[in-house]
């Protein structure tokens, strides 16, 4: 028997069920994304496929040259206004004078 859940409110831990219908979503591999020397494969769900080809693409581009390198800015959570910048020097110099202003 499959772990099809009930059509009645199921308190099961902390989450509070009430199945009301399904829809099957289909699920692409994408990948292999080379990212920080290491090799990724995501797991994409989406009715649009030209997206998931699209997104291998990119990974392809990504990897061929020897992959692309991360660095984490800062850990946490905001509800700030997004801010597009056309250089990454510039968005460098704002990411600083907001720490500096706002911290």
């Given at each position: 028997?499959?772990?099809?859940?009930p059509?009645?409110?199921?308190?099961d831990?902390r989450?509070?069920?009430v199945?009301?219908?399904?829809?099957?979503?289909l699920?692409g591999?994408?990948?292999?994304?080379v990212l920080?020397?290491?090799?990724?494969y995501?797991?994409m769900?989406t009715?649009?496929w030209?997206l998931?080809?699209s997104?291998n693409r990119g990974?392809?581009?990504i990897?061929?040259?020897?992959?692309?390198?991360?660095v984490?800015?800062?850990?946490?959570?905001?509800?700030?206004?997004a801010?597009?910048?056309?250089?990454?020097?510039?968005?460098h110099r704002?990411?600083?004078?907001?720490?500096l202003?706002?911290?």
């Open positions: 028997m499959g772990s099809i859940m059509p009645f409110p199921v308190l831990g989450t509070y069920y199945l009301i219908g399904f829809v099957a979503l699920v591999i994408e990948g292999p994304l920080d020397g290491r090799t990724y995501m797991l769900a009715t649009e030209c998931v080809a997104t990974c392809k581009v990897g061929e040259p020897g992959g692309a390198q991360s984490v800015l800062r850990d946490g959570m905001t509800r700030a206004l801010v597009r910048f056309v250089l990454c020097v510039q968005g704002g990411v600083t004078c907001h720490v202003l706002f911290n």
